[in-house]
């Protein structure tokens, strides 16, 4: 695994903000990274597919309810040949996607605290060496700031547990200039928020394994 590990219940979400974990536009690197990790009792790719299907968010997304698709750049991916990962579905995340998505800092999709630009970078299976498990991650990066200022790369990884579950991580570097500031003033919401995320996630898709 890229990031770090923790001896923690692998069913109850752990967050935090760690040191910069790589990711794979910006390399290693960067100031800080906050980091989120939880069990999922679905299938890896029913957890990935519900994080591609933005038009699901509003209903169990509490830190970004939405998501707005602008004109999409081409991108050469390994998700063009894989028959578990379609493109083309609308409102579907794929490489290339350029997006504003709305987010709320304060945990109430309700009361938003501004709209991010991202762009879609990976899309691909995952391979994890350890037990020969198998899985997916998707990642984006943040638009809108020039590099130096600041810059950001979100990564999900959804990794079979062979049990018919899947662990789920999730992690965002940041560098730039303005990164040391983000972290002081919005490192402890970003790191809440992250938690929100995963917790929210896993409840929708094993509600809707459930039939609920």
């Given at each position: 695994?890229?990031?770090?590990?923790?001896?923690?219940?692998?069913?109850?979400?752990?967050?935090?903000?760690v040191s910069p974990i790589a990711v794979p536009t910006h390399g290693a690197g960067g100031t800080f990274s906050?980091?989120?990790?939880?069990?999922?009792?679905?299938?890896?790719?029913?957890?990935?597919?519900?994080?591609?299907?933005?038009?699901?968010?509003?209903?169990?997304?509490?830190?970004?309810?939405?998501?707005?698709?602008?004109?999409?750049?081409?991108?050469?991916?390994?998700a063009a040949n894989h028959q578990d990962l379609p493109l083309g579905k609308e409102n579907w995340l794929e490489?290339?996607?350029?997006?504003?998505?709305?987010?709320?800092?304060?945990?109430?999709?309700?009361?938003?605290?501004?709209?991010?630009?991202?762009?879609?970078?990976?899309?691909?299976?995952?391979?994890?060496?350890?037990?020969?498990?198998?899985?997916?991650?998707?990642?984006?990066?943040?638009?809108g700031r020039k590099h130096w200022q600041l810059h950001s790369e979100r990564i999900m990884e959804f990794v079979?547990?062979?049990?018919?579950?899947?662990?789920?991580?999730?992690?965002?570097?940041?560098?730039?200039?303005?990164?040391?500031?983000?972290?002081?003033?919005?490192?402890?919401?970003?790191?809440?928020?992250?938690?929100?995320?995963?917790?929210?996630?896993?409840?929708?898709?094993?509600?809707?394994?459930?039939?609920?």
């Amino acid at each position: 695994m890229k990031y770090p590990e923790t001896a923690t219940d692998p069913a109850a979400v752990t967050s935090s903000l760690v040191s910069p974990i790589a990711v794979p536009t910006h390399g290693a690197g960067g100031t800080f990274s906050v980091l989120a990790k939880v069990h999922i009792s679905a299938a890896p790719l029913a957890v990935l597919n519900a994080v591609r299907d933005t038009s699901t968010w509003k209903t169990w997304n509490t830190f970004c309810p939405s998501c707005t698709f602008g004109p999409a750049k081409q991108v050469s991916n390994a998700a063009a040949n894989h028959q578990d990962l379609p493109l083309g579905k609308e409102n579907w995340l794929e490489p290339g996607s350029a997006c504003q998505i709305t987010y709320s800092m304060v945990g109430d999709a309700s009361k938003s605290s501004g709209q991010q630009g991202i762009e879609v970078t990976v899309l691909r299976p995952l391979t994890v060496e350890v037990d020969g498990k198998d899985g997916f991650t998707i990642a984006w990066i943040s638009t809108g700031r020039k590099h130096w200022q600041l810059h950001s790369e979100r990564i999900m990884e959804f990794v079979d547990d062979g049990e018919g579950g899947c662990s789920y991580a999730c992690w965002e570097t940041f560098g730039g200039l303005l990164a040391t500031a983000v972290k002081s003033v919005v490192g402890g919401q970003l790191r809440d928020r992250f938690g929100d995320y995963a917790k929210d996630v896993k409840g929708f898709v094993e509600r809707k394994g459930n039939g609920s």
